[in-house]
């Protein structure tokens, strides 16, 4: 009888478990620590212009070792770090989805098993050129990754910069 049980207990017990999913490459989080700092510093970029804003969060979010790449165009660490600074000189009323608002957007760190730590937002970005007058909205795709000291190592941006390079144009056209 103890044998009828037990092997009756050890079919249970195998038919209990779940499948091992072999398509999964790594763990999605949307609370961690890194993906709390992405937010932070996008919340840092839209208050630009105001007493909230701090002059040093970008600066230490980045490694010693950054590369980098906006649309088309590769940036380095100093780039990265007046990025609020250089947006706000071209574009009024800027504004981002991000989780919690009314705009469309969704931030996430996603801890692959082969290919690191790579934070990734989705979402729309809007402005209106300052020397254009155009008003714009994009959906814009950011990927910021990490190393092992818990600094951003890469960043890329990823969207239709025609619009950036049209404000650009005026601004320059304004200046001579």
Known sequence: M????????????MGCQQPVDTDVIGVVK???EKTQRI??????????????????????LISDSFQGNFAVQTITAEDFISTAEIHNSL???????????DIIGGLQTVY??????????WGQWSGTGKFTGNEVTQFIHLNWGWD?????????????AGFFRDEIA???????
Not at 39 to 60: P, Q, R, V
Not at 148 to 160: I, S, W, Y
């Open 2 to 13: 103890k044998k009828i049980i037990l092997i009756f207990s050890t079919i249970i017990f």
């Open 112 to 121: 692959y098993d082969e290919l690191g730590t790579w934070s990734h937002y």
């Open 148 to 160: 092992d000291e818990g600094k951003v190592v890469n960043f890329n941006a990823q969207f239709d």
């Open 91 to 101: 574009f009024d009323d800027i504004q981002m989805g991000l989780p919690g608002s």
């Open 170 to 176: 005026a601004a320059e056209a304004a200046s001579n």
């Open 30 to 32: 949307t609370s961690d």
């Open 39 to 60: 937010l932070s510093d996008l919340e840092n970029y839209l208050a630009y212009g105001t007493e909230e804003y701090d002059t040093e969060s970008a600066s230490g």
